[in-house]
């Protein structure tokens, strides 16, 4: 069945408008917590929020509708996506909640859902609720004396922040590392400025003082410059910037310069593979991964095994295939050895690790290859999508033929956002830009034409 509310990272869109409203959420957690109900003991959810104004829209929304199917509800506040996998399975939940739209403004939001394993949900487990969220009317309504209760959990933060410190190489420390912290004024604005000064760091930290309406606002891993100017200013050893749920990070070197996804996971891979502990003979990343990265694996005798784009195709494939390190160049950053999801967080402290052992400054020791020229242009649209039409896949038909041998072109609707994105590289940069701008022209035209 093809799904209607759930895109690449459960259902997202503009708060208070559908599907994004209170109403769906109690259906959402009504459907959810009758598909997870299995079994006689007292079913648990875990839910968690980052710090958008609208999670105080949604969250007792969802806590109604599982309350109303008999589910209790385990709340944790404002947390990052990755805490939320590790609690439902601290906690023996059956299920577990993050409502955030990750690196999306704030005037969105979004709910994710994770199963008991710590893993996100399947299609083919997305499309059952929804099918139950759909029907006229919810198929289960517990009675009076059963339904669920709701409690704080008062001791998340810390939780998450023993078991971040846990993934970090035992006798190791940051001593005399300086760092500057960019939490996008998000869920990790409480917890990763602990963790990187308990471990030792000098820690400035930025992007620490959410309002409701700030998060990712000219900060975070999709806006940096705030970080690399400070990482200047201040004369860092290296920047991390998480997006707003945590769940992805980008780098900058003492320099001020980025380290990508690509970059870190080539940096991860090495290290692991020169100690016999990559498994699976490669890396999973997606198709937006830069060939670079793919190159460079060759060399070592590794493989790039490529996924459809978003995280969690590729833990599937990880999971799938027993891999152990893969991600997104967008700072996705999944270590099954630690996660059962990306971890901006867990991610830096291994970087971190990796460069303090190195010896060498960050510019030295993150750099593993040089990227080729690569061009990432969106196209906004309203409607169906434009790739249907005739015109449009003749454009990206002559463009997969003019850089045939030379590079790639890859063009995709956004799972969270009505943006059709379209990328391409190769040797040459001249090539790759002319490429990307003729399917670019051609969708834009074919939206102009619909009015």
């Not at 590392?177 to 939490?183: G, N, P, Q, R, W």
């Not at 050893?237 to 001020?256: M, S």
């Amino acid at each position: 069945m093809a799904r209607k509310l759930f895109g690449t990272d459960g259902i997202r869109g503009t708060a208070n408008i559908h599907p994004v409203t209170a109403e769906v959420a109690m259906r959402l957690g009504m459907a959810a917590g009758t598909y997870f109900n299995r079994g006689d003991h007292r079913h648990r959810v875990v839910i968690a929020k980052d710090t958008r104004l609208s999670g105080y829209l949604l969250e007792p929304a969802l806590t109604a509708g599982f309350i109303a199917v008999g589910v209790d509800v385990i709340l944790v506040g404002p947390m990052p996506t990755p805490a939320v996998a590790m609690l439902v399975k601290s906690l023996r939940a059956d299920l577990g909640v993050m409502i955030s739209a990750s690196h999306n403004p704030y005037e969105d939001n979004g709910i994710k859902l994770f199963a008991p394993d710590g893993y996100k949900l399947s299609d083919e487990a997305e499309a059952a609720i929804e099918a139950e969220m759909l029907k006229d009317k919810p198929s289960f309504r517990a009675p009076s004396k059963g339904l669920g209760r709701a409690k704080r959990l008062e001791d998340a933060t810390g939780r998450y922040i023993e078991y971040v410190k846990r993934t970090f190489p035992k006798g190791q420390r940051l001593d005399g590392m300086k760092i500057v912290i960019d939490c996008a004024n998000g869920a990790a604005y409480r917890i990763a400025p602990p963790v990187l000064w308990e471990l030792g760091a000098e820690v400035i930290a930025i992007g620490v003082s959410p309002n409701g309406t700030n998060i990712n606002k000219n900060c975070g891993s999709t806006s940096p410059k705030a970080l690399q100017e400070k990482v200047r200013e201040v004369k860092a050893d290296i920047g991390i910037a998480l997006d707003g749920d945590a769940d992805r990070l980008v780098l900058c070197d003492e320099k001020g310069k980025l380290i990508d996804g690509d970059q870190i996971m080539a940096m991860v891979a090495t290290y692991a593979h020169e100690r016999g502990l990559l498994r699976g003979g490669g890396v999973v990343a997606t198709q937006m991964s830069n060939m670079g990265l793919e190159r460079y694996l060759h060399t070592l005798g590794l493989v790039l095994f490529r996924t459809k784009v978003g995280d969690r195709y590729v833990v599937e494939e990880m999971k799938k295939r027993g891999r152990n390190v893969g991600g997104e160049q967008s700072g996705h950053i999944i270590l099954s050895d630690y996660s059962t999801t990306g971890d901006g967080l867990v991610a830096a402290l291994q970087s971190l690790a990796l460069i303090r052992a190195s010896g060498k400054p960050a510019s030295k020791s993150s750099r593993r290859f040089t990227p080729l020229p690569q061009l990432l242009e969106n196209v906004r649209y309203s409607g169906s999508s434009p790739l249907g039409v005739a015109s449009v896949k003749n454009a990206i038909r002559d463009a997969e033929e003019f850089l045939a041998g030379k590079g790639r072109i890859f063009i995709r609707k956004s799972g969270t956002e009505p943006l059709i994105r379209v990328m391409a590289e190769g040797d040459d940069r001249k090539r790759v830009a002319a490429a990307v701008d003729g399917v670019v022209a051609a969708i834009e035209k074919a939206v102009a034409a619909r009015g």
